[in-house]
T-cell receptor, first 115, second 111 residues
């Protein structure tokens, strides 16, 4: 069964550094998402992406964040200047459709640790 | 926006007993009601979902019931097993909005 994949599984970075988290969504999916989960807390929506542009973003997704689909398979989340509070698990998800209630499939996550 | 509450926050049951987790939501436009299971350190995995045109759906030991009038839906797990121990999240949405997760319910099944 096809799965969403993410790399790296764990990223350690120093405060102020830039990080890029990578995701490969399921191949026939058209809608892509990033969520984050601070340790012990709920999963929070960051951004959704369709047709090469952002569909929706949350208050968390400020100017320090950006997303890109640089080629036909990868979907990336960039954090320009990391802060301690960016430490979390970041999940990528994809779905076939948006408005027709198609389920979202999650990747295994990237644990980001900012020191 | 959607306001989602889950109860209880923690639940311990004896193996073989049933577990029920309730999710209340605020947005009357919500019409898709999934439940995700998350084991420690792993991704959320969809275990069951229900659309607003049905009141109940069952898949082996797992069932979801929906009360749209009262704006709540519940996850029912029967004959619980130790491998059911995990955190369970509800995430109602309208299909045109991102998933809004509840705070989660930590289920512990005691052998």
């Amino acid at each position: 069964e096809p799965e969403v994949t993410q790399t790296p599984s764990h990223q350690v970075t120093q405060m102020g550094q830039e990080v890029i988290l990578r995701c490969v969504p399921i191949s026939n999916h058209l809608y892509f998402y990033w969520y984050r989960q601070i340790l012990g807390q709920k999963v929070e929506f960051l951004v959704s992406f369709y047709n090469n542009e952002i569909s929706e973003k949350s208050e968390i997704f400020d100017d320090q964040f950006s997303v890109e689909r640089p080629d036909g398979s990868n979907f990336t989340l960039k954090i320009r200047s990391t802060k301690l509070e960016d430490s979390a698990m970041y999940f990528c998800a994809s779905s076939q459709k948006w408005g027709n209630l198609y389920e979202q499939y999650f990747g295994p996550g990237t644990r980001l640790t900012v020191t | 926006g959607e306001n989602v509450e889950q109860h209880p926050s923690t639940l311990s049951v004896q193996e073989g007993d049933s577990a029920v987790i309730k999710c209340t939501y605020s947005d009357s436009a919500s019409n898709y009601f999934p439940w995700y299971k998350q084991e420690l350190g792993k991704r959320p995995q969809l275990i069951i979902d229900i659309r607003s045109n049905v009141g109940e759906k069952k898949d082996q030991r797992i069932a979801v019931t929906l009360n749209k009038t009262a704006k709540h839906f519940s996850l029912h797990i029967t004959e619980t097993q130790p491998e059911d121990s995990a955190v369970y999240f509800c995430a109602p949405n309208s299909g045109n909005t991102p998933l809004v997760f509840g705070k989660g319910t930590r289920l512990s099944v005691i052998a």
